[in-house]
Structures are given as structure tokens and as C-alpha cells.
């Protein structure tokens, strides 16, 4: 039987202790990351301790399943279905360490469970519970190795490093690192985070803090410098995950803005925030747009290609006003800011089919190439989108009629991307395969 199988059977087991062990002791050694994004977990069921992570942004669930003299480590993953005001509904997976090419693809369902919130935190201000004796928890030796989250956002290591042991997870699309550090020689869970200042071919730099367990419903002002540590690439690798650089993302405000009309209009100036935004308009007539004095179109499309077309614009922050023009029945226009930190995985890629052009993305790239095909008998053009600066690549693909299934080797320059598609005269889809 397959490493991954066990590990099913018996977290499945584990989990409904879990859920059992909550309704009477729900508060659980925690620590919010300084930058307020995760929420760390220590805690010990049945022998085990399950040093996991919840992302703020996705409720996401991720982490290690320690057991003593166990001969790999035991990843955990859980995707958020549910939440109200005091419980969370998961869909909780597993798996062991990665040696495969396809990490991601290398979990198995476990169960679903749902957990009052007051799991992540003890929110009613008391001391949080103490786990038990790390001594006896880390009795004998036990496996190291990595893997890759299902949504391909975080790779989780369990590694001893100078006598600790390391239950970590760091976060490919900022860098950040969170988890635990075990003690043999027992006491309080130890939590760590640490923001990446420096990344080279050999290694990745980090400031790392360390904070107790918290002790209240904030707690992120209890984290302590601890040290600047250069860590080697190989630290954080898993299977043939062989990703992109890691650039910094642009950051847009929270925004969704709605207009409508029933021919040429000049819109009201309007407040943009420095960004990067999608704009959607559905008509099925012409129409034309165009911003301030700028001669070029934000739209240009024929009638039958407007029906939810899709476009990036980069706001440099500050007013903007927009007009329609050639417009030949009602309108609809919606602004909205893109999230470039909540990539979903490249492989979604494939799911896309349209008629018209569309906004791809953000997504995640494992890799460092990946083979593209356009399936579309029209034409068909696909521009990568910096996602740095918003500024717009040199097209990936500039096809004509009668051009099925051309296929390129894309080489994206970040291990998150955007992307656009233009000229569209027929529906169309993409294929995405690893290299």
C-alpha cells in the first residue's frame, strides 16, 4: 500500500478526533503573522501534533501531521467551503513527502470537517492550552521532505535543522515563511515568520521572527527579531517543482465600479487608484472606448464581440475619465481591481473557452516552461501581462485563420502571471502542458 493511502486512513481517523476534541478544548496554541495574513496552529491530538497554517485571504488550511518514529512526514490540506460567524466547513486532504514531478497532483481526499473558528485563536483572551511534553512527541526518528499544496501556493517542509525540527510552509507568491519549531527538549510551541529581503539562483534571504503562543485575540504584536539566515533553494524543493523567479506583484485597492447607457456617453471623472484593473463591457452592438485625451481605444470591438469582452488597464492613480463612442445599443461597463496575490494554479488555463476577448489569470507557474496550444480557427492573439508593472509583453501567440492547435514554448518571466487575449474572430481555448 502507498505512503499516501496510509496516511488517509489513519489521519481520517484523526480528523474526526479532531473535530470531537474541539467541542470541549477549542482554544489552540496560536500566533498571528505579523502582516496579519496567517493564523499558526500547535496542537496535539492522539499522539500526534499538527503544526498547520489558515490563510486570512482564502481560509485555506495547510501544514504538517508530526508523529514520532514515523518513517516520512505528513502533509495536510484543506480547502475552505464554508464559513458563518462561529464555525468553518474544510475539505481536508493528505499526502507524504513528494519525489514525484507532479506534487500537487499527489494528495487524496480525507474528510470533511467543520471546526468552530475559535480553533485559530483564543479569542476570549485567555491564556492559550499547553500542548503536551514535545519530549515524548518527538521520541525516535522520523522522515524529512517537502511537498506542493493543491492550489499550488504553498510548499510545506518537514526538515530537522540543527537539532529542531521544522515544520514549515513558505508562500511562492510573496515568499513568506510560517510554521513551527519543535524542541526535543520540550516547552511551549515556538512559532516563526520570515519575509524574504533577497532571492539568487543558489539561495533565498530571510529575516525570521519568532513569537510564543498567543495569548489573546491579537497577537501579532508579539513576534521578536530573531536572525537574517540565507537558506539554499534545495531547502524548499519538491519533486520537479522548478519555478519562475518570484517578482513582486502590483497591489490594487479593493474596487468594483458599474456603468451603464444606451449610446455615446462621457462618464463622470472618477477616482482610479494606482493599479492594475479588468474591464468587462457586454453589448451586442459596436462599441468604443477610449479614456481622457488618449486617441487610442481601451475597446474597439465589432458587433457580436462585446459580449463580456475583457481588457487590463493599469491606473497611475488619480482621476480618469472615460467616453463610448460608435455605440449602436445599451451598454454595460464594470471596473474591477485584479488580485495578483490569489493566483489559481496554471493548469486552470485549460478551462477557459470563449468567444471573445479575455482577461487569463492571475496564475501560478510550477514550472520554468511550459508548452502552449491555441485551439481556435480563427484569429487568436495571447499577450502576457507584467505583473510588476501591469506593462504588456510581446504577443505569445499572432495567429490567423486555419491555425488549429499551433503550439509554442513559453517561458513566463514570473512565477505569477496575467495574461490577455485580443483579435478574436472565432470561439477559442488553451492548452498548458509542463516542459
Known sequence: MHASTRFVGVTSLILVTWLSATTVDAASPTAVTPDGAQTLVSKDLAGQR???????????????????????????WCKQTDVTEDDVSLE?????????SACADSWLFVSAVT?????????????????????????????SGTTLTPDHRTILVSKDVGGLRWAIGRDVTNGTITGNVFDPKGGDPRFIWCSETGSSAAGIAVDCYAAPSCTGSGCAG???????VDLPRSFFSAG?????????????????????????????????PAGIYKITVRTSGYFQLF?????????????GAALGAETVFVSHGGSYTFRTDNVSTSW??????????????????????????????????DRSSYELTAYTDGYFQLFPIDPSTGHEGLSIFNLFDGSYGSSTLYEPECNV???????????????????
Do not use: H
Open 50 to 76: 499538527w503544526a498547520i497554517t489558515r490563510n486570512a485571504a482564502t481560509g485555506s488550511v495547510s501544514g504538517n501531521v508530526f508523529e514520532p518514529g514515523a518513517a516520512e512526514p505528513r502533509f495536510v
Open 92 to 100: 481536508c486532504y493528505g499526502t507524504t513527502a513528494c519525489t514525484q
Open 291 to 303: 479614456y481622457s485625451t488618449n486617441r487610442a481605444a481601451v475597446f474597439n470591438l465589432s458587433s
Open 115 to 143: 471546526l468552530p473558528l475559535s480553533f485559530f485563536g483564543a479569542a476570549d483572551g485567555s491564556s492559550a492550552a499547553a500542548t503536551e511534553a514535545a519530549p515524548t512527541l518527538l521520541a525516535g526518528p522520523t522522515g
Open 332 to 365: 454595460k461597463l464594470t471596473f474591477e481591481s485584479i488580485d495578483l496575490t490569489r493566483p489559481a494554479p496554471i493548469s486552470d488555463l485549460a478551462t477557459v473557452t470563449a468567444f471573445v476577448p479575455k482577461v487569463l489569470g492571475p496564475y501560478v507557474f
Open 222 to 228: 508579539d513576534w521578536a527579531f530573531v536572525s537574517a
Open 240 to 272: 520537479s517543482y522548478d519555478p519562475p523567479p518570484r517578482c513582486a506583484l502590483l497591489r490594487t485597492p479593493p474596487l468594483f465600479l458599474e456603468f451603464r447607457g444606451g449610446g455615446k456617453k462621457t462618464l463622470d471623472a472618477f477616482e482610479l
Open 417 to 435: 502571471m496575467l495574461f490577455r487575449t485580443d483579435n478574436i474572430s472565432a470561439q477559442w481555448s488553451l492548452g498548458v502542458a509542463p516542459r
